[in-house]
Structures are given as C-alpha cells and as structure tokens.
C-alpha cells in the first residue's frame, strides 16, 4: 500500500532531529568540557512555546516573529519539531588559561563574580556571564546540527527565541544556555524568507520601527548641522527630526514583573501538563 508523503513529514523531521542531535555530541571543541543535553520538542508541545513567545515578546520583538513562524506553519498544518540544544557548566572556568577574554585578568575573577549571579532577570538570552571559550565550543555545537540538517534538506535555523522561551516554561531550565534548532516546515528558506510576517505587521508599523530603531539609515545629509530624516515621500517639503528620550525605568520595571508573572504561571501550567 502506497503511503502519502504529508503523512511522514514529522516522523521524517524526527529523525532528523535525532541525526542532528547526535552531530552536536560529535562535534570537536576547544576545550572538551562542554556537556551538552538536549530535548525534541514536537507539534502538541508548540502552542505552549508559541504563548510563551508572545509573553517575552513584549520585552523582545524578535520572539514575536518566532510566534509568527509556529503559528503560521500549525495554521497551515505544515510539521514543525524543534531540537532544543542547551549546556551547563559555561559559567565557570577551570581552564586557568587567564585568557581575559571575559573581561576579567584571571579565570579565578571571572568565577567569583559568576557565583554572584544566582537567577538572570526575566528576558535575559542566556544565564551569564559564560566562559567564551566553552560558549565557543557550545556554538560549535549548534553549528554541526544545523549542518546536519541542511545535508538532509531540512530547512532550520538555529534561533535564541525559541529556546529562551522553552527555558522559561521548564525544558532544561537548568542548563545556562539554551537554543532551539526549528526543523521543518518543509519548504524553501522558511525561516529566512518570513513570508507570514506582513500578515502579523504591517507595512507602516515595520518603517515606523526601522525609523525608530536605525533613524541615521534615513538621515539626509547631515553637514548642515541637522538631522534631518527621509521619512515621507516628499520629505524635503516639511522637516522631520529624531531625539534620544529617556525611558521611564518604573514603567520599565514594571513591565518585567508582570511579564515575569506570566511565564510563572504558563510554566506552572506546562508542568502540571507534562
């Protein structure tokens, strides 16, 4: 009996998350004290990600965009598994190589001031500070699986989003770095290409930002002593300026803590569900 290929996409990706698992345990490293753990995170286990996504999105736009990615590919019924890659161990060295590299003279500085920092704050991408040259080899690591995957055909990126937000609700909480390698959907640079974000963005929302965040991309010439910005069509008819504004730190503050209650409380919920 003839099977249809739709039915396999996720038994396919599987496999090779594990192939690609197994290339991040193969891959060489400087220092040989890396030790890696990993998880497959499939379909049932995206919904949850995806709201943590949207939680830490409000602190980082870039895990709205990966919001976007798992959404669209569950809205269209294309498979997605993720291969979530982390390791412990980065934020302490016994190499003795001194190196500095830290921003630290001695291994033995950069060690005791590691012990200071018990929890990172809520949106932090990894629970530093780390060892550069274990944080080297743990993206050596990351590499080979992503290798793997395009030897295979298998569209992926490796992204901090995803494994920032899985760290967050319980998948290997305890490693000091987590990323998550999306394998699928099957199609041609997904994860590069965005197509689905206009969907989620407008046009206008995005120039406002890019405006907002690379304002000197859109300055005229700036000899004059102005800053004068090109952001209408017919800019030159009526003066547009941007200024530095400090940020309110309470709102700020306030800001994180109740981000801060809403990953609790979705992390309680996937525990309870595990």
Not at 25 to 53: C, D, H
Not at 80 to 93: N, T, W
Not at 109 to 133: D, M, Q, R, S
Not at 142 to 164: D, L, V
Request: proline content about 3%; overall charge neutral.
């Amino acid at each position: 009996m003839s099977i249809k290929f739709e039915e396999l996409q996720e038994e396919t990706l599987l496999d090779v998350a594990k192939l690609c698992a197994a290339a991040v345990l193969k891959a060489p490293q400087i220092t040989g004290r890396v030790k890696f753990e990993m998880e497959i995170l499939k379909k049932e286990e995206l919904p949850n990600l995806i709201e943590a996504l949207m939680i830490l999105g409000r602190l980082h736009m870039f895990c709205m965009l990966s919001a976007a990615a798992y959404s669209t590919a569950l809205q269209e019924g294309k498979p997605v598994v993720i291969l979530l890659i982390g390791a412990s161990g980065l934020r302490q060295s016994e190499l003795n190589w001194n190196c500095g590299a830290c921003g630290f003279k001695t291994c033995g500085e950069f060690n005791a001031y590691a012990k200071t920092i018990k929890e990172p704050p809520v949106g932090a991408l990894i629970h530093g500070p780390v060892c550069n040259w274990k944080m080297i080899d743990y993206a050596q690591g990351c590499t080979w699986a992503c290798a793997t995957a395009w030897a295979n055909n298998i569209t992926n990126r490796i992204e901090i989003a995803s494994g920032m937000a899985a760290k967050a609700i319980g998948y290997l909480e305890h490693c000091d770095v987590v990323h998550g390698l999306p394998l699928g959907p099957m199609e041609e640079l997904y994860w590069y290409s965005r197509r689905f974000i206009n969907q989620f963005m407008s046009y206008d929302l995005w120039k406002e930002r890019l405006q907002e965040m690379f304002g000197v991309l859109f300055q005229t010439f700036v000899g004059d002593g102005r800053t004068d910005l090109k952001i209408t069509d017919d800019w030159w008819m009526q003066r547009h300026t941007s200024k530095v504004q400090p940020v309110s730190m309470e709102e700020y503050e306030e800001m994180k803590k109740g981000i801060a209650r809403d990953i609790e409380d979705l992390k309680k919920r996937v525990k309870g569900g595990k």
